[in-house]
């Protein structure tokens, strides 16, 4: 197999920072800021045009995005967040006096929250389920599927954010239906992680594009089954409030900024002058060995995820390790170190995640591991 060179001159990152955590905010590639550019020139020079005129490109732009997606275009909207995907999907779905809705312990905290403002306001309970972090895909339907008894959603991560482990939708979607329980999926990693993430039947699939796929920020989408489409409503109240189809629904919000949402294909475009297929699994190797590299210098180990993404991995940091300081270890060492990473925790345990790109190269893992733990001690 042909082995991909790094390219980070395809990007404008600083060259003296090692980027370790695309799978926060991403990072747009150099042709698609040069789309952006001109599209913002061309907004500015005449902002009457471009209004008159961006409906056209908006939904150009959303055929592709729901084509990558491998979804019906028809069920498909532009969001600008996985966040505002779920908000949409427990905005439509009815939730009753008395009912559950059903999370995770790995659910996203903004998700979470999400949930217990719905629960407040329709008098609802919030339900979390213990996932071990070690947990096959049987159990992790098992234990879900125990507690879906009276619930009137199951909202679950695809790829969970702070715990970086893919969860057995397909399991999940089937167990949920045959209780007649509604099921939002969070796809926010799964985008160009996972082939045709939004393919296995869920109620509401949300997935964000300014992740792998680099896309500009604010770029998200969400799917909706057949079923509900004709009551999923935008969270803003704009001139498309009567459109009669969901996608165009959701396409006109005023004086939105629509550049991020129309130069996301060129991103698609990158993606596939990277030969991606083959590069993902070459990121996945490089992101396992720089893991391993990293827990050694720490004398820690890689935790033990049964289905880990493809570019994300946990390295466990000592006990010893205090990160009750919030951010503000992570900006000593973007400080000292010049490297950017971030922390996550799961019930008493402390984790570097760890992530890969196309940008990256072996020499950023070794180069972390070097200064780390002299940082830490």
Sequence with gaps: MTVLSSRPDLWTLDPDVLHLNHGSYGA?????????????????????????????????????????????????????NASAGVTVALATLPIPAGSRIVLTDHTYGAVRYAAERFAKANQAEVVIVGIPLEADDETVVSLIAERLDGASVLIVDQITSGTAKVLPIDGLVKAAHERGVPIVVDGAHAPALIDAPAAAGADFWTGNFHKWPAAPRATAGLVVAEQWRSATMPLIVSWSEYEERMPERFDMQGTYDYIPWIAAP?????????????????????????????????????????????????????????LSGGDALKMRISRELKAEITFTGFEERKFIRLSAH????????????????????
């Design 28 to 80: 747009v590639p150099r042709r698609t800021q040069e789309v952006m550019a001109g599209l913002r020139a061309e907004m500015d020079a005449n902002p009457m045009v471009w209004f008159r005129t961006v409906a056209d490109r908006l939904t150009t732009s959303r055929l592709e995005l729901a084509a990558y997606l491998e979804t019906d275009p028809a069920g498909f909207a532009l969001v600008p």
């Design 266 to 322: 060129e991103s698609l475009r990158v993606l596939a002058a990277l030969d991606w297929p083959t590069r993902r699994p070459q990121l996945t190797a490089l992101v396992e060995e720089g893991a391993r590299i990293l827990a050694k210098s720490l004398g820690t180990g890689v935790a033990e995820v049964v289905h880990p993404p493809a570019t994300m991995r946990l390295v466990e940091l000592p006990s010893s390790v205090d």
């Design 358 to 377: 196309a940008y990256n190269s072996p020499a950023d893992y070794q180069k972390l591991s070097e200064g780390l733990p002299k940082l830490l001690a």
